[in-house]
């Protein structure tokens, strides 16, 4: 009867262990599932951008930065004022250090000229180990008039949890030309 109860509170122990363990599985797989939908759907947006830029024939700078141990590039993108002078919307991209400079985290802002509101830079995603855009010389790319296209590549490498092992990273890249995604 004693080894009875005690094989049943064995398996009891065991059935816990099992069902705890599949619950911390199931929280980190969510975790890099929503991680990762909160990149794509800054790329994507961040695509949008760009291909707006390139139809619009706005200025798009990009300028990359090594500093410190996070590699990170701003994305500027300016339209012209018909008039002259100042740029009458601008968007910009920039990936800054968290509080604790753990991890990046990737900011967007628009301004409008005359906008009486002060533009802030919006969080879009965190945790991140870095943040790539590089402008492809024209005529690299394959397609059909090379010449007149300019690619763009976005890599963005994220932690994959809170412990910040960059052994394992999540990463996110989109390669596209940016004159010919409408």
Excluded: H
Excluded at 58 to 73: G, R
């Amino acid at each position: 009867m004693l080894v009875t109860l005690l094989i049943v509170a064995l398996l009891i122990a065991a059935v816990v262990e099992i069902l705890q363990n599949t619950g911390r599985q199931i929280g980190q797989m969510t975790g890099e599932m929503t991680q990762r939908a909160l990149i794509q759907s800054s790329l994507d947006k961040l695509m949008t951008d760009i291909s707006l830029a390139g139809k619009d024939q706005a200025i798009l700078q990009v300028t990359n930065d090594a500093s410190s141990w996070y590699e990170s590039s701003r994305v500027t993108i300016e339209w012209p004022d018909v008039q002259g002078g100042e740029a009458y919307k601008r968007i910009d991209w920039a990936a800054a250090p968290d509080q604790n400079e753990e991890g990046l985290i990737l900011y967007r802002r628009v301004k409008l000229k005359g906008s009486q509101e002060d533009a802030y830079f919006i969080p879009l995603c965190e945790n991140l180990y870095s943040f790539q855009v590089q402008l492809a010389a024209a005529g690299e790319g394959s397609l059909e008039d090379p010449n007149s296209q300019q690619m763009v590549d976005i890599v963005v490498e994220s932690y994959r949890d809170r412990n910040r092992d960059p052994e394992r990273l999540l990463v996110v890249s989109r390669t596209f030309c940016r004159e010919r995604l409408e």
